[in-house]
């Protein structure tokens, strides 16, 4: 076993002894997932909406994570989580001394020093960038607006300089859900990205066999039909049946049961 193996056990035994990641952190988490995630925030969110709380959720995407991660603010944020200083000394000679140049077409640039990413493909990427993101919500803002929505006060929120926008719906781990708190419009993504896969198979597949058919709706439909479903299952009948109308078109597809409806 190398050392770039053993040391990051050593490191990921410390966070995990400290509990220095939050436990609302689900992402690169042993036995937590997307579904986890997804269920467990909008237990919460429902359970407040039911008790007549107001309740704002608001959504960060990164763009290019990892590269954008600060040697100095990292070094320091594992500092500040209480690692030991030879676990953090090892990181920062593991980070140190990258450099990196452009070359294109046959011209070279110059050689510079890298300041910022963590090298992709070790194990110990993941809890690293979860410590970096730790804090991420303890520069958010509340500040009240005038307008009124449903008789209550709406708030605008900052995040350090930046004004965040409001939105009626948003995608959340893949699933959309909007301000109601339902997935309603989660199931006509679906379907609509469902019934365009089956379109181009229908066209592109001469057979109609089900050793065939099944295979490729297996990979290609199911997958759109059932990741995190069950958080977003449906709870309008509507819902149900839009979903129901997909599978029954893909049954009619299947030689010898064309008459099923």
């Known amino acids: 076993m190398s050392l770039e193996q053993i040391i990051p056990e050593v490191i990921i035994k410390q966070v995990e002894e400290k509990k220095v990641v939050r436990s609302s952190q689900h992402g690169f988490t042993k036995r937590k997932s997307s579904l986890t995630n997804l269920t467990d925030f909008y237990n919460g969110m429902t359970g407040w909406v039911d008790e007549g709380r107001a309740v704002d959720i608001f959504y960060v995407d990164f763009s290019k ?12 944020k594992l500092r500040k989580c209480g690692l030991d200083e030879w676990s953090v000394r090892w990181t920062e000679n593991w980070l140190n001394d990258r450099a990196q140049r452009v070359v294109m077409s046959g011209a070279e640039s110059s050689w510079s020093p890298v300041t910022s990413g963590v090298p992709q493909g070790s194990v110990l990427v993941p809890v690293l960038f979860n410590i970096f993101i730790n804090d991420l919500d303890e520069e958010l803002e509340c500040v009240p607006s005038a307008s009124l929505l449903r008789n209550k006060p709406m708030h605008q ?86 979903l129901e109308r997909v599978r029954r078109r893909a049954t009619r597809m299947v030689r010898g049961l064309e008459h099923l409806s």
């Open 65 to 76: 994570a990892y590269d954008t991660v600060s040697h100095n603010i990292l070094l320091g």
């Open 157 to 242: 929120y900052r995040l350090v300089a930046n004004l965040l926008e409001s939105s009626s719906v948003e995608r959340d781990l893949g699933v959309l859900a909007d301000d109601q708190l339902t997935t309603s419009r989660q199931h006509a993504l679906v379907a609509k990205k469902a019934n365009g896969i089956l379109g181009c198979i229908k066209k592109s597949v001469a057979s109609r066999s089900r050793e065939v058919l099944l295979p490729l709706y297996t990979a290609l439909v199911r997958p759109h039909l059932e990741y995190s479903v069950q958080f977003w299952s449906p709870h309008f009948k509507k819902d149900e049946e839009l």
